[in-house]
Every structure is written in structure tokens, then in C-alpha cells.
């Protein structure tokens, strides 16, 4: 694979940056000096820690085509996405869930799941016939197998404004499992939610990871995603500060220095 | 006071009206779009369809077409033309958002206007087309006015059940999620933007029938008839009835409707009360609005006609 920039193509990255950088009235929120690049192999569970204002959310802004990057590119499966609008990269497969969590308020919590999907009805060739019907039970089907796996089953019929804030992110999190996408990128899942709900949620994105969905999560909450993550990305002013596996991450004195602040999280 | 005659003038207009408020409704309540240029749809329809059954020009008239075309594919060109109208003004104007949005539909309908009083070749100026015919005639026993009064309600009916069909389906739905919060919609994979302009697209069209059957109950396409009034009435009808319910808005038209009317049709004794009256209209209007919207008795109408069913 030869791709622009000059450097070597990081082999087999499913999810790759390639100088990446956004800059905001004269803030430069993503890239550093030579722009921000790194990659996701396929399959694989990163952790994204960094900071307050390390630039993690505006990373996945840039790599779900929520914001441009100024610089550099995203490519995904081999294709340039860069430029790409969010809903198109979304039906390509990368799904992710938001710092604050949104929901649509006008619809319940099952149909904010089946709103997730993509149905077929949803196109206006489609929406006045009455095919759409039968992919209609399997899509709500697939929502409430998902809302039992993230334990929000029981509140299917609630209401989203009903919901707290850690169910709400639960809600999310449903909301883009029933499109079962290739790469999910979870910004902060953990924020909000109380242990229990955590517990359920590490056995699922473990049980999500094992499935083979690759999965990339922002987290403050370094003993939850230590515990989980094959390979951590460290941010910190927008720049790759290091990488690797966890427990390379925990002892590498310039992330304790800049971030661990003395290795009390882990 | 003629009731009768009222009643189907009522049902005539409010039939009318109410087809210009659900797609009103279906572009803000549903598009989150606020269209403050409706009016131009409706006088595109309304004009259209008299420049394709009026005859051509001869002695004065200053208008350059006019095709004698059978009435009903007339209206469908009207509808057809107020579509085309809505991809030309929803291509630069549909990118805004909010008030912007509402700000560039209202400076359109302005200069649309402003080109029917000026441009007598299209429409001959203030004077207007006054050639339009009624397509029909008695049926048996029933009278005409009466037959038109159906036909206008048929078209409220058909739009009403052709914008609930698309709304109950999955694409209702999304357009839901991308109203209620755009970005989530757009990381679900719906593409709000070519969505946003499907429904503007979609909704203008019944929004020329209805210009068409405008023009054919007052026999007149003027551009007096097509100022911004018409959007402002359209949309108090809209805020009038609740905005999230079909039901409630075809209400609000037609209360609304029917207050305009008996306020026009009560029989004055002198011309000085009857001056009166028309400066205590305003009044009321306001005064009944404020009461409308207090206890908003159409929106809970129709929540009742939507339990009950
Ligand atoms: N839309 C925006 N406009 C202006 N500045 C922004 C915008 N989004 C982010 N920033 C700034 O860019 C920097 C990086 O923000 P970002 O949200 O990516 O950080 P983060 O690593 O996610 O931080 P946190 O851990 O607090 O969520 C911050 O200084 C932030 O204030
Ligand atoms: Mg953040």
C-alpha cells in the first residue's frame, strides 16, 4: 500500500491516521507539530487516554467525519475517508458514541435503538410500500436482543428524558450495536455510570472484542481500560506522547510524568 | 346569515388552507425547517395552473401564454411546477438553518412577488389572470359549489393520508431522529441533508394542487391574493393547532378558516357598524389567538380523536 506523506504504511491497519490535525481560532486541538498518526489493526482493543483537553473527542470528530481534519487523511479499510460526510462512514462501519450522550428525545427507548438501524425503509423509494414491514420485526428483534444485552431491557417503553445519565450512555452504546459496526469508537463509556452498570459494560465490550468487533475507547478511567485494552494510545496536547501495551504505558516515566501524575490511577 | 353557504365556503378554504398547512407541518415538525416563503409554492401552483387553462392572449391582454389545457393536467403541472420551484429555491436556501433559513424563504416569496406585479408577460401584472374556469359543474342534484367543496376536501384527505404513510414508516422515523438531534442521526447513518431536501421537495407539492384549487374557487390568479399574509395565516394555523399533530393542524385551519369567515359574512346593518367591525376584527383576532394558544382546545381535540381511535 503507497499512500501519501512519505512514511511507511503501518501494515494491515484497518483504521488508520495519517497526520491528522485540527486546529480551532488559533487552538491546535489535534496534531502537534508533524500531525497526529497512528493506527488500528483489525480486530484490535485501543485504549485512547490522554488528558483533559489532549484532543481524544476531536480525534474521533475527525475519524467519524464529525469534523474535517486540516491536514494528512483517514483511511479506512483502504479507502480515503477523510472527506467523507458522517453518515456515509457510519454506513461504511465505523460507529461511535458521543462525551455527552444524545438520544432522540421524541422516540422511546426501544425506537431510539431501532432508529440505529439502517432499514430499508428509510428510503423514500421504499417508505411508501409495505416491504419494509418485514425487515421491520427483524430490526426491532435485534433492538431488544441488544437493549437485554446492555441491560436496559426492562426500560424499553421508557421514555429517553426517564433515563439517567449512565443509562442514557448505555442507550448509546445499543444504539450503534445494532448496526453492528466494524470499528466502534467509544468516547468515555464509563462517565457517569455506576460500578455495576460498569462491570456489565467491561463484560461487554470484552465479549464485543472477542466477537471480533475492533474497538477504540477514550477513558479516564484508567483501571477500568487498562484492565481491558490490548494497546494504549497516549494524547497529550493533541501528539502521540507513546504507545503500547498497557503495561509498558503504566511504566513509562514521560506518561507518569504528564499524566499518571505518580501512577496513582492504575 | 347564510349558514349553509358558509359552511361550504368553510370547508372549501379550509380544505385548501389545510393542505398548505400539513406540508407546512411536515417541513417544520417534522423537517425541523421554517419555510416563511409558503406563499410562493401556492401562488406558483396558482398561476400555473391559469397560464395552462387560460386561452391564449388576444385584444388587451398583456400576458404571453396561455394553453387552454384540459384542467386536470393543469393541476398536475401545478403541482409539478411547484416542485421544481422548491428544488430551485431549496438548492442555495436549504444549507441555512433556523432563522436564516426562514429569513432567505421569506425574501424569496418577496421577490416572487414582486416579479407577478411587475412582469405582465407572466401573469399581467396587478390585474392577474382572470380567465381561470371552473372545471365542474353540477352533479345531478348536487350543486356545484357543493362538488367543489368535495373535491377540495379530497385533496386535504389524500395529502393527509399520503404524509402519514411516509411518516409512519421507517423514513418518518428517521427524519425524527435527525430532527431531534442531527449528529447522533447522522452517526446512525441518516443522511440528513438529502433528507431535509426530500421533504421540501416533497411537501411543495401539494402545496401547487392547492394553489391550483385556489385559483379555480376564486376564478383569479392576483398577486394581491399571494402577499405574505397567507404565510403568516398558514402558520398561526399551524402554531394554532400543535404543531406535532396532523389532526390538530387540519383543526387550527379550519377554525381559523371559520373565524375569518363569519367575521366576513355577518350581516351589518349599517355601513358604520360594519366599519366598526372591521376594525374590532383585529382585535378579536388577537384576543381569540391569545386565548387559542392558552388553552390550545384544537391540539387537545385532536389528542382525543388520537386516543380514541
Ligand atoms: N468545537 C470546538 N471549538 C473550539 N475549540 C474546541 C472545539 N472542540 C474542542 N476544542 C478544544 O480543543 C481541545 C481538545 O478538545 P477535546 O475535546 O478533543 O479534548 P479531550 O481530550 O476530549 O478532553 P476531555 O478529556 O476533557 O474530554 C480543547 O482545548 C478544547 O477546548
Ligand atoms: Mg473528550
Do not use: C
Not at chain 1, 503507497?2 to 491546535?28: M, V, W, Y
Amino acid at each position: 500500500m503507497t499512500l501519501p506523506g512519505g512514511a511507511a504504511a503501518l501494515n494491515g491497519a484497518l483504521l488508520e491516521a495519517r497526520h491528522i490535525s485540527k486546529r480551532f481560532s488559533g487552538l491546535q486541538a489535534v496534531g502537534g507539530s508533524d500531525g497526529l498518526s497512528f493506527g488500528v489493526d483489525r480486530g484490535a482493543f485501543v485504549g485512547l487516554i490522554g488528558p483533559n483537553g489532549a484532543g481524544k473527542s476531536t480525534t474521533f470528530d475527525l475519524m467519524s467525519g464529525v469534523q474535517t481534519s486540516d491536514t494528512g487523511s483517514v483511511f479506512f479499510n483502504g479507502h480515503d475517508i477523510t472527506r467523507s460526510s458522517p453518515d456515509t462512514i457510519a454506513e461504511q462501519g465505523i460507529g461511535r458514541t458521543f462525551q455527552t450522550p444524545r438520544a432522540f428525545e421524541s422516540l422511546t427507548v426501544l425506537q431510539n435503538v431501532v432508529a440505529g438501524a439502517t432499514s430499508p425503509g428509510e428510503s423514500l423509494r421504499w417508505a411508501f410500500g409495505r416491504s419494509w414491514r418485514n425487515h421491520e420485526t427483524e430490526i426491532v428483534e435485534a433492538a431488544q436482543a441488544i437493549l437485554r444485552r446492555v441491560g436496559l431491557h426492562e426500560r424499553a417503553a421508557a421514555r429517553v428524558s426517564d433515563l439517567s445519565g449512565g443509562e442514557l450512555r448505555m442507550l448509546e452504546v445499543a444504539r450503534q450495536l445494532v448496526r453492528d459496526p466494524t470499528v466502534l469508537l467509544l468516547d468515555e463509556p464509563t462517565a457517569g455510570v455506576h460500578p455495576g452498570l460498569q462491570e456489565r459494560l467491561a463484560a461487554l465490550l470484552q465479549d464485543l472484542h472477542s466477537g471480533g468487533m475492533t474497538l477504540v475507547v477514550v477513558e479516564h478511567n484508567l483501571h477500568f481500560l487498562l484492565a481491558l485494552a490490548d494497546h494504549i494510545l497516549v494524547l497529550a496536547d493533541g501528539a502521540l506522547l507513546a504507545q503500547g501495551p498497557p503495561a509498558d504505558i503504566r511504566a513509562d516515566p514521560a506518561v507518569i510524568s504528564a499524566y499518571l501524575g505518580g501512577g496513582d490511577a492504575a | 346569515m347564510n349558514w349553509p353557504q358558509l359552511l361550504v365556503t368553510v370547508l372549501t378554504l379550509g380544505s385548501i388552507f389545510g393542505v398548505v398547512t400539513l406540508s407546512l407541518n411536515l417541513q417544520y415538525a417534522r423537517g425541523g425547517m421554517i419555510n416563511f416563503g409558503i406563499v410562493a409554492y401556492f401562488a406558483v401552483g396558482a398561476y400555473t395552473y391559469a397560464i395552462f387553462t387560460q386561452p391564449p392572449p388576444q385584444g388587451l391582454d398583456q400576458y404571453k401564454f396561455g394553453f387552454g389545457w384540459p384542467w386536470w393536467t393543469a393541476v398536475i403541472v401545478a403541482g409539478l411546477a411547484a416542485l421544481v420551484f422548491a428544488a430551485v429555491t431549496g438548492w442555495p436556501t436549504l444549507r441555512l438553518r433556523g432563522e436564516y433559513l426562514a429569513l432567505t424563504t421569506f425574501a424569496f416569496a418577496e421577490v416572487f412577488h414582486s416579479l407577478l406585479l411587475n412582469e405582465r408577460r407572466i401573469g399581467n401584472g396587478t390585474v392577474g389572470l382572470a380567465r381561470v374556469e371552473r372545471p365542474f359543474g353540477d352533479w345531478g342534484p348536487i350543486e356545484e359549489k357543493y362538488v367543489f367543496a368535495g373535491a377540495a376536501a379530497l385533496l386535504l384527505v389524500a395529502t393527509l393520508l399520503v404524509f402519514r404513510r411516509l411518516l409512519v414508516s421507517p423514513y418518518g422515523r428517521a427524519l425524527d431522529a435527525i430532527r431531534d438531534d442531527e449528529t447522533a442521526a447522522l452517526a446512525a447513518g441518516k443522511p440528513a441533508q438529502k433528507m431535509r431536501r426530500q421533504v421540501f421537495l416533497i411537501s411543495a407539492v401539494p402545496v401547487g394542487f392547492a394553489g391550483a384549487v385556489y385559483a379555480m374557487f376564486t376564478t383569479l390568479a392576483q398577486p394581491s391574493l399571494f402577499t405574505a399574509e397567507v404565510t403568516f395565516i398558514v402558520w398561526i394555523a399551524l402554531v394554532l393547532g400543535g404543531e406535532r399533530s396532523v389532526y390538530g393542524v387540519v383543526l387550527g385551519t379550519a377554525g381559523l378558516v371559520f373565524f375569518e369567515e363569519i367575521v366576513r359574512a355577518w350581516p351589518f346593518e349599517t355601513v358604520r357598524s360594519a366599519q366598526i367591525a372591521a376594525s374590532v376584527e383585529h382585535v378579536v383576532t388577537g384576543l381569540v389567538f391569545i386565548a387559542v394558544l392558552r388553552y390550545q382546545p384544537f391540539q387537545a381535540a385532536a389528542t382525543r380523536l388520537k386516543v380514541s381511535k
